[in-house]
Structures are given as C-alpha cells and as structure tokens.
C-alpha cells in the first residue's frame, strides 16, 4: 500500500523558515521523480516543484530562490525547504507521486502570519 505522510507544517511569521517532510513507504521511492504542490485558501491546487530521480530540482517561478525541495533515499524521504516565507505562501502543501497510479499525502498546512 502506497503511503506518503506530509509533516512540518505550522505557523511561522513572515521572513521565517520551514522544512517539510515527506515520508513514503509501499512501493520503491528512488525510482520516482517525486513533487510539493500546495492548495492556498479559495485557489486551486498548484505545483510547487519537483525533483527527479537523479537527484535534479526544479521549482515553480512564485518560490524560485527561496524553496528548495531535496530527497533521502535511504530514508525513503522528500523535503521542503521553505526560507523568507511570505504570506501569501499560506496554503496545505502535498507530496505526489506521479505514475499510472499516481498518490497524494494527506497535506500538512503552512501558515505565514505575523
């Protein structure tokens, strides 16, 4: 069974920082490009960014210099990075997994507020 479990989420003030976590297990973890994607409040859901199999990151131009997603494969593990976070970075971020049965995490949710 696929499973993707999003944690590290919470409420930080504006300029803070965060690092999410993406823990999977089911199915073989290095042999996925692997993606955040986040849901602001009233908007719909948006890729954030993706990083491939070989270890290559790519970013959405709204969070370009200031996310930086990584993965662990050892530990079956993704990650956000988030620095200078900004209010409008509000919003449940989701770990994916693409594929002819593509997974989703439950989301964890960020809030940016002072």
């Known amino acids: 069974q696929v499973q993707l479990v999003e944690s590290g989420g919470g409420l930080v003030q504006p300029g803070g920082s965060l690092l999410l976590s993406c823990v999977t297990s089911g199915f073989i973890f290095r042999d996925y490009g692997m993606s955040w994607w986040r849901q602001r409040p009233g908007k719909d859901r948006e890729y954030v960014a993706t990083?491939?199999?070989?270890?290559?990151?790519y970013h959405a131009n709204a969070v370009k210099g200031r996310f930086t997603i990584s993965r662990d494969n050892a530990q079956n593990t993704l990650y956000l990075r988030m620095n200078n976070l900004k209010p409008e970075d509000t919003a449940v971020y989701y770990c994916y997994r693409p594929g002819s049965v593509s997974a989703w995490g439950q989301g964890t949710q960020v809030t940016v507020s002072s």
């Open positions: 990083i491939t199999t070989s270890g290559h990151p």
